[in-house]
T-cell receptor, first 115, second 114 residues
Framework: AQKVTQAQTEISVVEKEDVTLDCVYETRDTTYYLFWYKQPPSGELVFLIRRNSFDEQNEISGRYSWNFQKSTSSFNFTITASQVVDSAVYFCALRGQTSYDKVIFGPGTSLSVIP | DTAVSQTPKYLVTQMGNDKSIKCEQNLGHDTMYWYKQDSKKFLKIMFSYNNKELIINETVPNRFSPKSPDKAHLNLHINSLELGDSAVYFC?????????????FGNGTRLTVT
């Protein structure tokens, strides 16, 4: 069975602080895909990043960075110098190796950035 | 141009009624999905269609019936609505294959059953 855990239900930080959102996944597949999505208060789901299981390089995009560690089955997301616009619910998701495998979402972490 | 569009955005109806939500994607993707997001924000897959063929059916009550007239459209019909059906329903699409694409979501339909 596949599972995604986001242990942090809610996080509050003051603007300009760095914050890391944790994601731990479970799968028996050797090939799989991990994703992060953002859901701002307006409600839409915005894709942030995809990572393949065979590519363990970390990635940085502006103030966002992702740390993928297969050894600990984790795919953590760090926002540097947080801004109020980062306030949202963030979802980590997992897709197995079969093309038609469903995408399983974690329960989400609600991030509040306080000015 | 909207990539995945679903209508209506809001749907308020009474228990026992039948309602439909429509979804269309112009991305040329072969696979479309319906997800349900409950009041606690949990996102759960309901159905997946690949090129008009049902691929995933996640133990959803048979009051819910998806219909895919072509690979660009996936509609969701709900019979005999119940209070527990109140949620936000998201349509999504992706392209399967070696270069798996992420899910592209519509903006959601907020269904309220009174």
């Amino acid at each position: 069975a596949q599972k995604v855990t986001q242990a942090q239900t809610e996080i509050s930080v003051v603007e300009k602080e760095d914050v890391t959102l944790d994601c731990v996944y479970e799968t028996r597949d050797t090939t799989y895909y991990l994703f992060w999505y953002k859901q701002p208060p307006s409600g839409e789901l915005v894709f942030l990043i995809r990572r393949n299981s065979f590519d363990e390089q970390n990635e940085i995009s502006g103030r966002y960075s992702w740390n993928f560690q297969k050894s600990t089955s984790s795919f953590n997301f760090t926002i540097t110098a947080s801004q109020v616009v980062d306030s949202a619910v963030y979802f980590c998701a997992l897709r197995g190796q079969t093309s038609y495998d469903k995408v399983i979402f974690g329960p989400g972490t609600s991030l509040s950035v306080i000015p | 141009d909207t990539a995945v569009s679903q209508t209506p955005k809001y749907l308020v109806t009474q228990m026992g009624n039948d309602k439909s939500i429509k979804c269309e994607q112009n991305l040329g993707h072969d696979t479309m999905y319906w997800y349900k997001q409950d009041s606690k924000k949990f996102l759960k897959i309901m159905f997946s269609y690949n090129n008009k063929e049902l691929i995933i059916n996640e133990t959803v009550p048979n009051r819910f019936s998806p219909k895919s007239p072509d690979k660009a459209h996936l509609n969701l019909h709900i019979n005999s609505l119940e209070l527990g059906d109140s949620a936000v329903y998201f349509c999504a699409s992706s392209q399967p294959g070696q270069g798996v694409t992420p899910l592209h979501f519509g903006n959601g339909t907020r269904l309220t059953v009174t």
